[in-house]
């Protein structure tokens, strides 16, 4: 089961920029399905960017598409997640996941220990 660690989450005005990044204590090549996950308090976490890491496809919810980026450094054994143009709505708890099978994409997750994003306006 891979192991996750986020970081970079910070605090930043409305229309600034922040990359997070998350080291997978797993060759992020091994597991097909890379993503990044948030939620705020009262809310269900909610899928934000995935990342097949066989083709390369990437999809995107609709609320960060065009803004946020998600990619994959094999040399550092990292996922990261740049975020720009930020808004105040994009405030939540930031979680890295590998999906817990290594070649098919279930559904199910393994989780990092999530990293806060605030944006101000």
């Known amino acids: 089961q891979a192991q996750l660690v986020e970081s970079g989450g910070g605090s930043v005005e409305s229309g600034g920029s922040l990359r997070l990044s998350c080291v997978v204590y797993?060759?992020?090549?091994?597991?097909?399905?890379l993503a990044w996950f948030r939620q705020v308090p009262g809310k269900e976490r909610e899928g934000v960017a995935g990342l097949n890491t066989r083709s390369g496809s990437t999809e995107y919810s609709d609320s960060v598409k065009g803004r946020f980026t998600i990619s994959q450094d094999n040399a550092k054994n990292t996922v990261d997640l740049q975020m720009n143009s930020l808004k105040p709505e994009d405030t939540a708890m930031y979680y890295c996941a590998a999906d817990k099978y290594d070649d098919y994409c279930s559904d199910s997750w393994s989780w990092g220990q999530g990293t806060q994003v605030t944006v101000s306006s």
């Open positions: 797993v060759m992020p090549a091994r597991k097909k399905c």
